[in-house]
T-cell receptor
Framework: GAVVSQHPSWVICKSGTSVKIECRSLDFQATTMFWYRQFPKQSLMLMATSNEGSKATYEQGVEKDKFLINHASLTLSTLTVTSAHPEDSSFYIC????????????FGPGTRLTVT | KNEVEQSPQNLTAQEGEFITINCSYSVGISALHWLQQHPGGGIVSLFMLSSGKKKHGRLIATINIQEKHSSLHITASHPRDSAVYICAPYTGNQFYFGTGTSLTVIP
C-alpha cells in the first residue's frame, strides 16, 4: 500500500526557534496533503490543506504566518513552526491523497514536537 | 455540537471477545474512514467505506448512510488490537474526527 513518511519523528527545540517537519509520499504522487495536530487525549484537528504548487488553505484559528506550509512537489510538503512556543508542543500528523481518488487518505507516522 | 460521536469512549475486553465500536455522525458524507492509532501515535487507515460492509481479517466495518451510523467490529480480539480507534467521516471537502475509542485487550 501507499506509504507516507514524516521526518523527524520527534524533535525538541527551544522557545523562539523554528522547526521544519517534512511529509513525503514514498510511492505515489500526492496531489493534496493535510496537516493535523493532536493534543494528548484529543482527536486530530485539521490545521491546513495544501495542494502542490499553490498556497495552503488554513483552518480558522490557525496562524498562517506561524505555521508555514510549502507543497513544492507532488511528493513533499513541509510544515515550519516559526518562533515556537511551549504551547506549540503537540503531535503533528500529515496525510496525503493520491491522483487516483481523493477519498483514499494515507497517514504519516506523526512528529512529536516539544518546545522548551 | 460534535459532528461525530463515538461510543464507548473506553473499552476493556478479554482476549477472544467480540468487540463493537459505534459511530454516529451528523454531516452528509462521501465516505467514512476507520482509523487505528497505536500508543506511539502513528495512524493507520483500516477501512474506507461508503456503503454496506467491508471485512479485513478479523475486522469488519459497516455503514448505514440513511441512519448516519457506522460500526467497527473486531472478532477474536487480541492484545495487539489495543489501540485508539477513530471514526472519520469525509464530506468530500474535509474530514471530521471522532474523539476515539480507547481499546485495551487483556490477555
Amino acid at each position: 500500500g501507499a506509504v507516507v513518511s514524516q521526518h523527524p519523528s520527534w524533535v525538541i527545540c527551544k522557545s523562539g526557534t523554528s522547526v521544519k517537519i517534512e511529509c513525503r509520499s514514498l510511492d505515489f504522487q500526492a496531489t493534496t496533503m493535510f496537516w493535523y495536530r493532536q493534543f494528548p487525549k484529543q482527536s486530530l484537528m485539521l490545521m491546513a490543506t495544501s495542494n502542490e504548487g499553490s498556497k495552503a488553505t488554513y483552518e480558522q484559528g490557525v496562524e498562517k504566518d506561524k505555521f508555514l506550509i510549502n507543497h513544492a512537489s507532488l511528493t513533499l510538503s513541509t510544515l515550519t513552526v516559526t518562533s515556537a512556543h511551549p504551547e506549540d508542543s503537540s503531535f503533528y500528523i500529515c496525510s496525503a491523497t493520491g491522483l487516483a481518488g481523493a477519498l483514499e487518505q494515507y497517514f504519516g507516522p506523526g512528529t512529536r514536537l516539544t518546545v522548551t | 455540537k460534535n459532528e461525530v460521536e463515538q461510543s464507548p469512549q473506553n473499552l476493556t475486553a478479554q482476549e477472544g471477545e467480540f468487540i463493537t465500536i459505534n459511530c454516529s455522525y451528523s454531516v452528509g458524507i462521501s465516505a467514512l474512514h476507520w482509523l487505528q492509532q497505536h500508543p506511539g501515535g502513528g495512524i493507520v487507515s483500516l477501512f474506507m467505506l461508503s456503503s454496506g460492509k467491508k471485512k479485513h481479517g478479523r475486522l469488519i466495518a459497516t455503514i448505514n448512510i440513511q441512519e448516519k451510523h457506522s460500526s467497527l467490529h473486531i472478532t477474536a480480539s487480541h492484545p495487539r488490537d489495543s489501540a485508539v480507534y477513530i471514526c472519520a467521516p469525509y464530506t468530500g471537502n474535509q474530514f471530521y474526527f471522532g474523539t476515539g475509542t480507547s481499546l485495551t485487550v487483556i490477555p
